[in-house]
């Protein structure tokens, strides 16, 4: 049988925390929450960009199809008469429209994958953020790369091929580095003003400290690791 869940047990761990302990609650938290937010910016993004790629070419097959194959009489088996069959050429087109606006509205947000160039850019664009960000950054390399291939420049060939791998149909990064609160939060805030779509998708986070036994910590950082969309 549960326990029931009781205020004055909780206040009674708050109040044996240190100071410094109560310090850092609020700001894990804030971190935790930005990072949750982004995370589901991100997780919205990417599903309808690849949703609409995969409606604009289903649609673009059905629409060839039935430009290619008139039927000026209609078949006994369709019992479908040709203006019904005007209708629905007409709402394809209609569909066909709207894929393509959605196209246009999401596609110049992501690195494009025919290209290194952007891929590049935001790679270096991450890197200059975490610098600014006050962040010590240990590691930034593509997820999924064999052995043979870390180290080497990014190619259009490797970029699809990471892109179709990935849940996301984008290709991922693993980012290591040592931060400050305030470094990691200035760091997922500014994600959003980079020039290409990238999110964090997956993110963890470590309080360190260079605390001996029974002594009062000096220094305290965070160790993260995050796997971002590009």
């Known amino acids: ?23 850092r609650v609020p ?45 000026v009489a209609v078949p006994r088996w369709t019992g479908r008469s040709p203006a019904a069959l005007n209708m629905e050429v007409a709402g394809l087109k209609e569909e066909l429209e709207h894929q393509k606006t959605a196209l246009a509205r999401l596609g110049p947000r992501f690195a494009s994958l025919t290209d290194v160039a952007p891929t590049r850019e935001l790679l270096e664009e991450i890197t200059r953020l975490a610098e600014a ?27 699809a091929r990471l892109a179709k791998d990935s849940p996301y149909k984008r290709p991922l990064v693993r980012l290591t580095a040592r931060a400050s609160y305030r470094g990691l939060m ?28 029974n002594r009062r910590p000096r220094l305290q950082w965070l160790d993260v690791t995050m796997d971002l969309t590009l």
Do not use: C, I
Not at 1 to 23: G, I, Q, T
Not at 42 to 64: C, H, I, V, W
Not at 135 to 157: C, H, I, T
């Open 1 to 23: 049988m549960r326990r029931p869940f009781r205020m004055d047990a909780l206040f009674e761990r708050w109040r044996a925390l240190s100071e410094a302990d109560r310090r």
């Open 27 to 71: 700001l894990v938290l804030g971190v935790l929450l930005l990072a949750g937010t982004l995370l589901g910016h991100g997780m919205a993004n990417l599903p309808a960009r690849y949703k609409a790629e995969q409606d604009f070419s289903r649609m673009t097959g059905r629409a060839l199809k039935l430009k290619e194959k008139p039927r």
């Open 133 to 159: 960000s006050d962040m010590e950054l240990n590691l930034l390399e593509f997820k999924g790369l064999k052995r043979e291939e870390k180290g080497q420049a990014p190619s259009v060939d490797r970029l």
């Open 186 to 213: 200035e760091f997922l805030d500014g994600l959003a003003e980079l020039p290409y779509e990238t999110a964090p998708v997956w993110l963890s986070v470590e309080v360190k400290t260079d605390a001996a036994a």
